[in-house]
């Protein structure tokens, strides 16, 4: 059974920064990438990030590529999301993710598009 615990998230003022960490666990498939995919109220969810655990390469969505970071610590199997010089529409509830990299949706997405998620974590950014 793949789960997923989430935390990290918060209220934040424009150019702020957050952690979000993602304990994961049952996600056996070295194929698969975890990641993170968002959703602000009223708006289709959004892929942010991947990383692929078998070697650890990173993607990123346009929208937040060289401001959100993306690790993994494999000890803990815990995935990690750095966000920095963080904006109002990076406002949404954050959702930790897995699905097979191949199927990785990074941009517009919807939920249907992603094998696994958790429960989620809200990220406001104030302006």
């Known amino acids: 059974e793949v789960q997923f615990e989430e935390s990290g998230g918060g209220l934040v003022q424009a150019g702020g920064s957050l952690r979000l960490s993602c304990a994961a666990s049952?996600?056996?498939?070295?194929?698969?990438?975890v990641g993170w995919f968002r959703q602000a109220p009223g708006k289709e969810p959004e892929g942010v990030a991947c990383?692929?655990?078998?070697?650890?390469?990173?993607f990123y969505a346009p929208s937040v590529e060289g401001r959100f970071t993306i690790s993994n610590d494999n000890a803990k199997n815990t995935v990690y999301l750095q966000m920095n010089s963080l904006k109002p529409e990076d406002t949404a509830v954050y959702y930790c993710?897995?699905?097979?990299?191949?199927?990785?949706?990074?941009?517009?997405?919807?939920?249907?598009?992603?094998?696994?998620w958790g429960q989620g974590t809200q990220v406001t950014v104030s302006s």
């Open positions: 049952g996600v056996t498939d070295d194929e698969y990438a």
């Open positions: 993710a897995a699905q097979d990299l191949t199927l990785w949706i990074l941009g517009p997405a919807s939920r249907s598009d992603f094998r696994f």
């Open positions: 990383l692929r655990t078998k070697d650890n390469r990173t």
